[in-house]
């Protein structure tokens, strides 16, 4: 991108910054400041005559400065400023975007609390290290989580279920014109990432005009970002970006497969109707040259993916990660799907830090339609998650009998444990205790800033002790906010697969962990899943939904799981 002269004021504002960062005198970084101030106020063609290095008499524009900004101007980049940039993590730079947080505040975080994430900041916030720390207090504190809040709605990324939350009742309004005659959402959304940029709307109609301009009217938009004959696009209140394309019937199967993506998917398909002589586009195939191919007639994406001799690949699986290969031979996996789950591990109660008591949770599982529900609140080193010691579990797991005796047959519930595991890999329960519960599920909830080495043996320990069922969200990673912790995710497929220990999907919206890429290489070991919601609530429960979605995109098929077989195999399973 050319550089503008808005370029080289926000350039001098950054390095004014950095040098208050570094703690300069407050002359040096004035001089850029103003520096920002007079390029932005000019009266003519700053730009050029920093480029002609013509800066000479041009007040508040000293020597220092008139040489940086003809080499910034003419090269389009600055030595020094990129020298500066270096002494901070780059993340430190998100800070500056917050509002009412300047850069002596982030010094002190930075120096006093070694804070240079938005992630870090925001536990520190929570965590009360803010508000204790000099010329903070508590008030800041919960102003400057405010600001985090703010910019995280802004930030670009949502996750699924945040997306899904306001791109159905969307998709719903679109329905209801007259002209809509197909309508899909495409992109991102479609293939079930577990975060989306935007969501990508697309409709075949007659009337494209006039579904781009009821589009823009829609109730949830705040800002109307495009509009055009065939494409608009707007902003809902949430910061969430949608878009529209309106086709015709006829370009619809082509533009449906184009704007479903994935971008990478999209290129090997493109050379594979190459091969065939064939130009494909988002609009339509045509022939490339005489001797092509004949085209067949298309009117549906599978017809589109047949005439390139591909079975039909399902939107979770484009990603171009080996599906078109698959799809050539006929040997798409058969994915898993909502109806085939009988049931599911891992759910809190108020026990815990769950906010419905066992007896809510069994009844929001009848609902759902399950089989089956496996209870596991937090064990006695999580105290900040109410976790249960020896005494309290044994007495939990006496209300479990009871209720199961209550419940007479209307679902099943399965006592167990999220046993924390420790630094060193043992965990909070001895085998005595362990070997009373039904299941157990075995997470990491602290020291997340092992070396990977030590973390992978930590876990992989915990994976070879008999009455470990599963292992808990592998990686500890929360979505938009923590990345995850490190850890060799193929020594611990490995180790799962060698010890029959299952590896749980944890499809709690903020979570999906282990990633879907995973998945096929865990699932040719053998190692089995179990897809679990990890609820905190009845609604939580909801997550599963999302999580069979993902659990596609790890080419996941019915018998890959615990929890889509019957009660019966289920509980033959955990008594072995
Ligand atoms: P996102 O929005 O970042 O979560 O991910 P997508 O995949 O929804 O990406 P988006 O919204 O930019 O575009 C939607 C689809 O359109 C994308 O998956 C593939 C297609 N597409 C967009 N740009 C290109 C491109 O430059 N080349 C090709 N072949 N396809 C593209
Ligand atoms: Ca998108
Ligand atoms: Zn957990």
Request: aromatic content about 6%; proline content about 3%.
């Amino acid at each position: 991108m050319p550089l503008t002269t808005e370029d080289l004021a926000s350039t001098l504002e950054e390095i004014a910054l950095l040098l208050e960062l570094k703690g300069e005198n407050p002359f040096k970084t004035r001089a850029y400041r103003n520096g920002a101030d007079i390029i932005r106020d000019f009266e003519g063609d700053f730009l050029q005559l920093a480029k002609d290095d013509e800066l000479k008499g041009i007040k508040g524009i000293g020597d220092a400065l008139q040489q940086k900004l003809h080499e910034l101007a003419s090269t389009g980049r600055l030595q020094y400023h990129l020298d500066l940039k270096h002494e901070f993590p780059e993340t430190l730079f998100e800070l500056f975007d917050l509002q009412g947080l300047g850069p002596k505040k982030i010094k002190a975080l930075y120096d006093e609390l070694e804070i240079s994430t938005l992630g870090g900041l925001k536990r520190a916030c929570e965590d009360g290290s803010v508000a204790g720390l000099k010329g903070f207090g508590k008030k800041t504190a919960e102003k400057i989580l405010a600001a985090i809040e703010t910019k995280e709605k802004f930030s670009g990324r949502y996750l699924l279920s945040v997306a899904a939350h306001e791109a159905e009742p969307l998709r719903d309004y679109l329905l209801l014109h007259p002209a809509t005659h197909q309508l899909e959402v495409a992109g991102s959304y479609r293939r079930g990432k577990e975060t989306v940029h935007d969501v990508d709307f697309l409709v075949a109609t007659d009337k494209p005009a006039e579904l781009t301009k009821y589009f823009t009217a829609y109730v949830g938009s705040i800002e109307t970002i495009a509009q055009g004959d065939t494409k608009a696009a707007i902003r809902l209140e949430n910061g969430l970006q949608c878009d529209l394309r309106a086709v015709s019937t006829a370009q619809f199967p082509f533009a449906l497969q184009y704007f479903t993506g994935s971008k990478e998917h999209n290129v090997a398909i493109r050379s594979r109707a190459l091969k065939k002589g064939w130009s494909l586009n988002e609009y339509d195939l045509s022939p490339t040259r005489d001797d092509a191919e004949e085209l067949p007639e298309i009117t549906t994406e599978a017809e589109l993916y047949a005439a390139l001799n591909l079975a039909y690949i399902p939107p979770a699986l484009r990603e171009n990660r080996g599906e078109i290969e698959a799809a050539a031979e006929n040997e798409l996996p058969d994915l898993v799907k909502q109806e085939h789950l009988r049931g599911t591990f891992h759910c809190h109660t108020t026990e815990s830090d769950g906010r419905n008591t066992l007896r809510e949770m069994a009844m929001a599982a009848i609902d759902l339609g399950l089989d089956y529900l496996g209870i596991s609140d937090h064990s006695k080193s999580s105290p900040q998650a109410r976790g249960l010691d020896e005494e309290r579990l044994l007495q939990q797991i006496d209300d479990i009998h009871a209720m199961n005796q209550e419940l007479d047959g209307a679902i099943h519930l399965f006592a167990g444990s999220e046993v924390d595991i420790l630094r060193n890999g043992s965990l909070d329960f001895d085998d005595e205790m362990l070997a009373k519960l039904d299941f157990t599920v075995a997470s990491v909830h602290n020291s997340f800033s092992l070396p990977e080495e030590e973390m992978t043996a930590r876990v992989i320990r915990a994976i070879e002790n008999p009455h470990v069922t599963m292992l808990g969200h592998s990686t500890g990673r929360l979505l938009l906010r923590r990345d995850p912790y490190p850890i060799n995710l193929d020594k611990v497929i490995d180790a799962a697969a060698a010890n029959n220990t299952i590896i749980e999907l944890n499809c709690s919206a903020k979570r999906m962990d282990m990633d879907w890429k995973y998945w096929k290489r865990a699932r040719d070991k053998g190692v089995l899943c179990s897809l679990n919601p990890d609820a905190h609530s009845t609604d939580g429960l909801q997550a599963l939904h999302f999580g069979i979605k993902v659990a596609q995109k790890g080419w996941l098929r019915r018998k890959d799981f615990l929890n889509t077989r019957t009660l019966d195999e289920v509980k033959a399973y955990l008594k072995k």
